[in-house]
């Protein structure tokens, strides 16, 4: 069984938010809560409720599905529009200040056992 779960509009960078999912990826739902609650990143925090997300999800299609047995399977996180601001500089310019967002996509599958 498997459940998903999507953060759009992110803000932070993509680059970033894939340095956090890279240490969860293809880890249990139990290990990857420990990394992200221990991880100094900003991104960790979002992560963090984004997968408490996905198990919820999980629990809702499957109400008896052991989270033992769950792994993240699944973890991307890909560029999102950038918000443009400008700052005024000296002599009359201005200077563009960017806020990059991004797409974070999660998913956890239950270990099958035959």
Do not use: W
Request: proline residues 4%; aromatic residues 6%; hydrophobic residues 40%.
């Amino acid at each position: 069984m498997e459940a998903t779960a999507q953060l759009k509009f992110a803000r932070g960078s993509a680059r970033k938010a894939r340095l956090v999912l890279d240490t969860i990826r293809y880890k249990k739902v139990a290990e990857a809560q420990n990394l992200l609650k221990f991880s100094k990143r900003r991104s960790a925090r979002l992560i963090d409720k984004l997968l408490e997300s996905a198990i919820a999800n999980a629990l809702q299609k499957n109400p008896k599905a052991d989270l033992n047995q769950m792994y993240v399977t699944k973890a991307t996180a890909d560029v999102g529009p950038q918000m443009k601001r400008y700052q005024p500089r000296a002599q009359g310019r201005a200077f563009m200040i960017r806020k990059p967002t991004c797409h974070i996509a999660l998913e956890i599958q239950s270990l099958e056992l035959e």
